[in-house]
């Protein structure tokens, strides 16, 4: 079983920026693809960004540019910088690993971009 705690979520003006963190319990971080899904008010939870095992990325593209994910492996943390946020991009954030076909979820953290 894996446990993920996200944080480092907040309140934000457009065109700010955040660094959420997810860490991962477990001696196998590095072995595992990791992701950022987000999920706003009345809409269903979607990908964010991805980051495979050997460090490949990629992005939805309403993030592409703005948002960078990376990893830690030491650490056993996933990160997601984000910048120029924009109002749109508020929803709580979760961070995700599938292992032997089951999807593990954090808590969530809040992000909320103010106009």
């Known amino acids: 079983q894996v446990q993920l705690a996200e944080s480092g979520g907040g309140l934000v003006q457009a065109g700010g920026s955040l660094r959420l963190s997810c860490a991962a319990s477990?001696?196998?971080?590095?072995?595992?693809?990791m992701g950022w899904f987000r999920q706003a008010p009345g809409k269903e939870r979607e990908l964010v960004a991805t980051?495979?095992?050997?460090?490949?990325?990629n992005y939805a593209d309403s993030v592409k540019g703005r948002f960078t994910i990376s990893r830690d492996n030491a650490k056993n943390t996933v990160y997601l910088q984000m910048n120029s946020l924009k109002p749109e991009d508020t929803a709580v954030y979760y961070c995700n690993t599938v292992r032997g076909g089951i999807p593990y979820w954090g808590q969530g953290t809040q992000v909320t971009v103010s106009s």
């Open positions: 980051i495979s095992r050997s460090g490949t990325t």
């Open positions: 477990g001696r196998t971080f590095s072995t595992y693809a």
